[in-house]
């Protein structure tokens, strides 16, 4: 009697809660967001430590996460991740009277690089927007856009390993 109430109590929203967070955490905090140069490693990572936190609330009833469960988690924590990851980098464009853009050409310029005109010009829109509004809303679009794709398929890869990787250890455990 008491496994079907630990099944019934089992949900996502913490695991997805936790997924995002380790997601979220990992490509705000400086230094640490490099991980994610590596095949986005840290995404993955949030996916993955997803699937352990639901793992852990499914162990009193014997149960394991299932592929389907691994996917989901890390599709919803990347969904959230996108969202919290291009806000958080919206915010600290508006709270910053830094323009990137001039500093990006400040950079290029002292480099000795010469800059075809084309990037030019749409390093000089973006740098309007930016005087303009505090922020560039088309680099917050284009950043949600590309978010929105990378978090949650990134987030699903590390689910799914770490569904395969947990079950690997739970049979080798059994061994």
């Known amino acids: 009697m008491d496994n079907g109430h630990n099944i019934q109590t089992a949900n996502k929203i913490k695991p997805v809660?936790?997924?995002t967070l380790v997601m979220?955490?990992?490509?705000?905090?400086?230094?640490v967001n490099?991980?994610?140069?590596f095949c986005c490693a840290g995404i993955m990572a949030?996916?993955?430590?997803?699937?352990?936190?639901?793992?852990k609330q499914l162990e009193p009833s014997g149960k394991f996460p299932e592929v389907k469960d691994g996917g989901m988690i890390g599709i919803l924590s990347g969904i959230l991740a996108a969202v919290f990851v291009t806000g958080f980098g919206l915010l600290i464009s508006l709270f910053s009277d830094v323009n990137p853009m001039l500093d990006i050409m400040n950079s290029l310029d002292q480099m000795g690089v010469d800059v075809p005109s084309e990037m030019l010009t749409y390093i000089?829109?973006?740098s309007g927007e930016f005087s303009e509004h505090g922020f560039?809303?088309?680099?917050t679009i284009i950043s949600f856009v590309?978010?929105?794709?990378?978090?949650?398929?990134f987030g699903s890869i590390g689910a799914l390993i770490g569904v395969s990787v947990l079950k690997k250890n739970k049979t080798m455990s059994q061994i």
């Open 17 to 19: 809660i936790t997924g």
């Open 24 to 31: 979220t955490a990992i490509a705000v905090l400086p230094v």
């Open 34 to 37: 490099l991980v994610n140069v």
């Open 46 to 55: 949030g996916g993955f430590a997803g699937v352990y936190s639901y793992k």
């Open 124 to 126: 000089e829109k973006f």
């Open 136 to 139: 560039s809303p088309t680099i």
């Open 146 to 153: 590309s978010n929105i794709i990378l978090y949650p398929l």
